[in-house]
């Protein structure tokens, strides 16, 4: 998607450009998804849009079709990794611990996670 909005400060489009290495897992043309560089988890995966969108829902809100891939892209995951259960977070905003405002989704498995999380 060459037309996508991009932000040249942003690490993960930086990520997507090539310009920062990653360990990616799983692409698809609207999608990328690659390891996490301060796993929480055994299996800690980050799943991005193509597109420049500073959280979840202005990703929805633009492109639908794409937010909705990222869950497709999350079991596609889990699929791949063999994960049982997993658990899925967007932390939105930074009093939830968003560090990066590029949209992504953690998906987080290969261990008993503890509900609520902190
Ligand atoms: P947030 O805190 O915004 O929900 O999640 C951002 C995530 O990006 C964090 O879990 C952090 O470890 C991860 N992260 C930050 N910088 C990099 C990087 O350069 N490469 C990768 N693969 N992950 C990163
Ligand atoms: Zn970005």
Do not use: K
Not at 36 to 49: E, K, R
Not at 64 to 75: I, K, R
Not at 90 to 110: I, R, S, Y
């Amino acid at each position: 998607m060459s037309d996508a909005p991009r932000d040249p400060d942003c690490l993960f489009c930086r990520i997507l450009a090539g310009e920062i290495p990653a360990e990616v897992v799983h692409e698809t043309e609207h999608v990328l998804a690659f390891r996490d560089i301060a796993p929480q988890a055994p299996t800690h995966v980050l799943v991005i849009p193509r597109g420049h969108h500073e959280n979840a829902a202005a990703l929805a809100a633009a492109e639908p079709l794409v937010a909705a891939e990222l869950l497709t892209a999350a079991a596609e995951i889990a699929r791949l990794e063999g994960l049982a259960g997993y658990r899925l977070a967007f932390n939105t905003g930074a009093e939830a611990g968003q560090t990066v405002f590029h949209a992504h989704l953690h998906v987080l498995g290969g261990r008993d996670l503890t509900w609520p999380p902190g």
